[in-house]
């Protein structure tokens, strides 16, 4: 994994000596993601920097110039079928002196002949781009899954990318290219996270997984997908499908842990690192695992990890956070991130990074197993609504006007509303923090037309013939997946120069999981059924059949104690008063601490938004004077 900054512009431009340490400071300000290595290409057309973090022996992430000079290649990520292309590129090529050590160089060779068929031949996580001198055309693509980031800006004929916002911000924050967009905000206060391709900063946006682009100068860029999510449920025995799943997981994992350096997993006290941490010691026999956790009580799964590493026979690692640290922290954090989120866990995904860091290079993770084998329990919801299935119309529109009228709090009135409500309108992914009426009283100016559906109506209509689990499956993979799970995932390892692979995100995992019915993955009283079967006799007993938690974080107690002070500090001292009613906040800051209901996340999501306004508008902090100045003295 290594990253890269660029820019392409629609007419010929001289490079000035200035011009060029603007842009070797710009490609420094993403030194974590590549300390290894590091380099910058100019033309007349493009100009170009990257970073490496080498992993494996030849795979240096440097620009590779072929045919006479002809082609740049900047490649981020890991290939896993990289010998079988490099085999198939030797038995068709007749080109002399062709090397095939690094995946820039593969990824070329493949181009020249396969164009934009390419991604469909490629099996792991990438971005990448091939800059081509001669027709002055840049062709670029991101992974079907989005592990990779792919950011970009098209603007007054120039066409910046980059793997970190932050590549491009300095080069066009003076010319406010990268003002607050304001849709996106009020998307960030529903899903506590911006939703892709949207970002926070103007017309900054993100490349959708599975798709690649082509920009010509002179013309305007050109999208189109090469890979879509779609689950084809297939009917088999129980025992089929387990010896399926099976045999692809320890395909997947045994081609992620192959590298040159030293490979670690994470591993909390669910099934899902569990799992890789299981089948990755058969590779790697002396695998090294990382757990976090809090002092308090329930919020921690160390000792659960513990347990589950001694009877796999591998060490662990583990740290205890405290509520200082993780305030202190959170602003630099936030940088990391480039835009606001919300999600307590991203948190202890930083630590537990760190810890690993010291002692490895890589780190398997278990990204996705949720969204592809119904690991959340909010997919039973369907089952237990399904009483409302036989009513009429008119009369769920009566039980919902009722349940409206009932008080907060009151049994019943969420499963009435839940009931009553459709799928599309009450289902958005994991995450529902502010309702539009809480946004109307929450932000200074509410965008009436700017709805949270827009963001999964599109998607709803893609998945119309799913039965409801998956259609709730679709809409994560496309949302939740992409714009929290893999964006904390990616910056949060990457903070700390640790490449995270994700077995679970691999494309013949996804051919298996998408074949699995319904009733194979929500029954029996669980969540991903079938990944359970699958794993007995593999993992741990006491892991078996635990109930998912996440990273629990103790946020809710904290607001009423440790942070109660600095939360305020925040909501007071933050220049965002043309953004966001304080008083609106402030009350429920009280409302919590009295007890009068759990509003620990909604006030969290409007402090993370806070605290990413001083770092990147009120620039509070100095992140990239460090980050420059530490650069400097590491190069």
């Known amino acids: 994994m290594s990253g890269f900054i660029g820019c392409i512009f629609e007419l010929p431009q001289t490079c000035s000596e200035e011009e060029k340490q603007k842009w070797m400071d710009l490609n420094r300000l993403i030194s974590h ?82 164009r934009e068929k390419i991604c469909e031949k490629l099996r792991g996580m990438f971005a990448f781009v091939i800059w081509d001198k001669e027709e002055q055309t840049l062709f ?144 790697v026999p002396d695998i090294k695992t990382f757990s976090v956790g809090f002092e308090r009580e329930g919020y921690s799964e160390i000792d659960v990890a513990k347990e589950t590493a001694d009877k796999l026979g591998v060490e662990n690692i583990s740290y205890i956070i405290t509520p200082e640290e993780y305030m202190n922290e959170l602003p630099k954090i936030i940088w990391h991130l480039d835009d606001p989120l919300a999600d307590p866990a991203c948190v202890p995904l930083y630590f537990v990074a760190r810890e690993a860091s010291k002692h490895v290079k890589v780190a ?27 009513m009429p119309g008119f009369l769920k529109a009566i039980l919902n006007f009722i349940a409206r009228l009932m008080p907060e709090g009151m049994k019943g009135k969420s499963f009435i509303e839940r009931g009553t409500t459709p799928l599309e309108e009450r289902y958005i992914g994991n995450a529902k923090m502010f309702s539009e009426e809480e946004k109307e009283e929450l932000l200074r100016a509410y965008l009436p037309d700017v709805k949270y559906t827009d963001i999964t109506r599109p998607l709803y209509e893609a998945c119309r013939e799913n039965d409801p689990v998956e259609r709730m499956q679709f809409i994560d993979i496309h949302t939740w997946m992409r714009g929290d799970i893999l964006l904390k995932a990616d910056r949060m390892t990457m903070a ?13 995992v996804f051919e298996v999981a998408a074949k699995i019915p319904t009733h194979l993955k929500t029954s029996h009283g669980t969540t991903k059924y079938i990944l359970r079967k699958a794993a007995e006799g593999i993992i741990p007993e006491h892991v078996l059949n635990r109930k998912k938690l996440g990273f629990p974080v ?63 508008v009120e620039k509070k902090y100095s992140f990239e004077k460090e980050v420059l100045a530490k650069s400097a003295v590491d190069a």
């Open 364 to 390: 398997l993770s278990g990204e996705g197993s949720d969204e592809l084998f119904g690991g959340y329990n909010i997919y039973r919801e369907p089952q237990s609504l399904e009483i409302f299935n036989k």
């Open 140 to 283: 670029g693509a991101r992974d079907p899954f989005g592990i990779e980031p792919f950011i970009y800006l098209e603007d007054d004929g120039r066409f910046f990318f980059a793997s970190e916002k932050k590549g491009i911000l300095p080069a066009v924050e003076n010319e406010n290219k990268a003002e607050l967009n304001s849709a996106a905000l009020q998307y960030y206060f529903t899903y506590q996270y911006v939703p892709e391709p949207y970002t926070l900063s103007g017309k900054i946006q993100k490349l959708e997984p599975g798709a690649y682009f082509i920009k010509k100068t002179g013309r305007p860029m050109e999208i189109n997908s090469y890979w879509n999510v779609s689950f084809r449920p297939v009917h088999k025995e129980e025992d089929e499908f387990i010896k399926e799943i099976r045999d692809v997981l320890h395909d997947s994992v045994k081609a992620h842990v192959m590298s040159d350096v030293p490979v670690g997993s994470f591993l909390s006290g669910g099934i899902d690192s569990t799992i890789l941490a299981s089948i990755a010691k058969e590779y």
């Open 496 to 508: 700390h120069s640790l490449q995270v692979r994700a077995p679970f995100l691999d494309k013949k």
């Open 33 to 114: 993601r590549g300390p290894d290595d590091h380099g910058c290409y100019f033309d007349e057309y493009v100009r170009i920097g990257f970073r490496s973090l080498q992993t494996d022996g030849g795979e240096a992430g440097s620009p590779v110039l072929f045919d006479n000079g002809r082609h740049l290649v900047v490649f981020s990520g890991k290939l896993y079928n990289k010998p079988e292309l490099a085999e198939e590129v030797r038995e068709t090529n007749t080109e002399t002196g062709f090397e095939l050590n690094s995946p820039a160089q593969l990824i070329l060779a493949l181009y020249n002949r396969h």
């Open 554 to 616: 103790p946020i809710r107690h904290w607001l009423k104690n440790e942070m109660h002070d600095w939360a305020k500090n925040i909501i007071y001292e933050s220049q965002v008063d043309h953004l966001i009613n304080k008083k609106y906040v402030l009350d429920l800051l009280d409302d919590h601490c009295r007890g009068k209901g759990d509003y620990s996340r909604k006030i969290w999501t409007v402090l993370v938004f806070m605290v990413w306004h001083q770092v990147f």
